[in-house]
């Protein structure tokens, strides 16, 4: 009789977590679910009737609008750049640094590894953080999306706890045939590291193509704009949208097909947000995994 | 025999003198950067204590000593942007217990693949921008737009809408919420890693002992992620002064200004809204000192009650 009655509590357990996680679920997922059906939609049918459970009107050509805005593919562009050549950099850098820092002959190696971690928790400030930016002739300039955060303190003490559990054999068979650290580096530490370096590059080109901040303190140059702000003034200013539309002669509000400035936020934000959903199942094991080997570690 | 010792004393060679200059040369340029844009700013505390303007040399400058800070830290409107912050990154350690629950409740689940898929539709919100998650926020409860009040006012449970973004009474609870919703399946991921460390023989004693489902996560599970459970709640404590600008930045408007403009945002506000250089300054160097001193002394204490230190 008990066996049974644990079995019953075992199953209504399950039932139940099941069915409670089903609905964190839901609720994980039905936002990103929703703006898709909204940029999918008639732009009359969504401003009047909610948009729940599919698209109403289905149509693409909100989205062959808002390619057409002003500023769109350019944003587009710079976001893309900064994400690739920001997470090279900072791959590069970072993990060299990590590695430098393994090798006990480094001269200061002490010094160099307290000063480096340290700054993970000293940091000077936002104001003088700009006035800093501002006086390295940062400002409306590229290079600030991609050389402060060329090295990245918390990534470079995942890669190192990863190398220092690297087998020595590796390289030491290396520098008998008479490498050089450098080319240990590339190409023994690089190739063996990957699970780590994967873990890094995701969350590092995760994080340039979702930074804006810089991008609103010190850039005024509209050719430097990312997606990001650019759907962010979309998104509180309705002028913003309105002189955007006025473009290739023709104001798009107006004519034709006429979309809203809502459908307008949603598209761009599906625009902005869709990169990450098609390369998240891909890329999303590396993540965790990545976590993980830090967390036991550290 | 003589030709293996050869081969080590080259080794030696190159290990001595060129391999260590190579490795610092390795070093130096990230190390660079490092110093460059972590420590050179710091720099700038300097100009809290002169009457300094953008573009102006220093030396131009007058010395004011502790005038700046002091008048910085004197304005009572910080006070309640410090109720702000605290109160928002005391709410925000909810984040930690929730995780903890979501890890051990969704490893208790059978059905491994489904499991997995939870795991990671979970861990997505932490993906987006806040950007992306106030377009979110404002297609759902937008008073005008938003689906929410949409819903709501069709079925006739509501006669007029609501607007929970611009509801300062509301505001603390909604804006924790958002950001439960983007961390607990992130934060998640260490607390499972902690349960996966934990020795399956403890669950096979309790097993022995006869205890069921809850006892066992009271008596084996809870124990287990309990050090890194309060290690990262003595981390979350010592950066309380640090709310993260973006969220608020983008959530920011008058009717709820009172309540969410925290430190970060009101640094922002002085030093370059206003353009108030010098006392943005005095407030960035003071936030980050009493930082400091709130992370050792936290740190302190975990020596203290349990011989760790967090740092």
Known sequence: MKMKSAKIDENVFQVINTIAFTLILLVCLYPFYSILIISLSDAKLAAKYPVIFYPLGFTLKNYMEVIRLKGLYLAFAVSVARTVSGTAITLFFTSMLAYTLTKSELVGRKIFYR???????????????????????????????????????????????????????????????????????????????????????????????????????????????????????????????????????????????????????????????????????????????????????? | MNHKHTDLNRVHHINWSHGKTVLLLMTIPSFLFVLVFSYVPIFGWAYAFFDYSIGMKLSQCDFRGLYFIKLALSDTYLLGVLKNTLALSFLGLLNLPLACIFAIFLSQMKGRIYKKFIQSAATLPFFISWVIVFSMAYSLFAIDNGLVNKVLLDLNVISSPIDPIANGGFAWIFQTSLALWKGVGYNAIIFFAAIAGIDTQLYDAADVDGAGRFKKMW?????????????????????????????????????????????????????????????????????????????????????????????
């Not at chain 1, 060329?150 to 087998?167: D, G």
């Not at chain 1, 590796?170 to 590339?186: H, K, N, P, R």
């Open chain 1, 115 to 298: 000063i480096t971690v340290t700054s993970m928790y000293l940091n000077a400030g936002l104001i003088p953080w700009y006035l800093t930016m501002r006086n390295l002739h940062l400002k409306d300039n590229f290079l600030l999306y991609i050389l402060p955060s060329a090295v990245s303190v918390f990534s470079m003490i995942l890669i190192k706890t990863y190398i220092e559990q690297i087998s020595p054999a590796l390289e030491e068979s290396a520098l008998v045939d008479g490498a050089g650290y450098f080319t240990i580096f590339l190409r023994i530490v690089v190739p063996v590291s990957t699970p780590v370096l994967a873990a890094v590059t995701v969350f590092t080109a995760v994080g340039q193509w979702n930074t804006w901040m810089d991008n609103l303190l010190l850039v005024n140059n509209h050719n430097l704009t990312t997606l990001q702000l650019l759907l962010f003034n979309y998104l509180r200013q309705a002028e913003a949208i309105v002189s955007a539309a006025k473009s290739n002669g023709g104001n798009m509000l107006s004519t034709g097909y006429s979309i809203s400035p809502f459908s307008i936020r949603m598209t761009v934000t599906m625009i902005v947000t869709l990169p990450i959903l098609l390369v998240y199942p891909v890329v999303q094991k590396y993540f965790v995994s990545g976590i993980m080997l830090g967390a036991v570690k550290g």
């Open chain 2, 219 to 311: 008596h084996v599970t809870i124990p287990g992620i309990i050090p890194t459970f309060i290690t990262l709640m003595l981390i979350g404590i010592g950066f309380m002064l640090s709310n993260g600008f973006d969220q608020y930045y983008v959530f920011m408007n008058p009717m709820v200004q009172e309540k969410i403009e925290v430190l970060d945002y009101y640094v922002y506000k002085v030093g370059l809204m206003q353009n108030d250089v010098t006392v943005g300054t005095a407030l960035s160097m003071t936030k980050t000192i009493v930082s400091v001193l709130l992370l050792f002394s936290v740190n302190f204490l975990s020596k203290k009650a349990r011989g760790q230190s967090i740092l």
